[in-house]
């Protein structure tokens, strides 16, 4: 865990994942995607040690609503799809 991990700990989740929660969770969960770098894996956005804290966050909004990995790529596919 990188130490801002460590003195921050972890981003709060809403006490109700919603439909909305969903929206803002696939974003960070693929913009903070994993890297190889010569150190390890490290987030594309930012460089800390991945997964960070933003891409942990969108994980478990993404799995406390229950969705799977399929799923979950589904999202994806659907939101770049809007942005292009």
Known sequence: MDSTDEILGELPLPPHVTAEDITFAVKPFTVQAAEQWPDGLRCRN????????????????????????????????????RQQ
């Open 46 to 81: 930012d460089r800390a040690p991945h997964p960070c804290r933003l891409h942990r966050w969108s994980r478990r909004i993404l799995d406390q609503r229950g969705l799977t990995d399929r799923q979950i790529r589904a999202l994806i596919a659907e939101q770049e799809t």
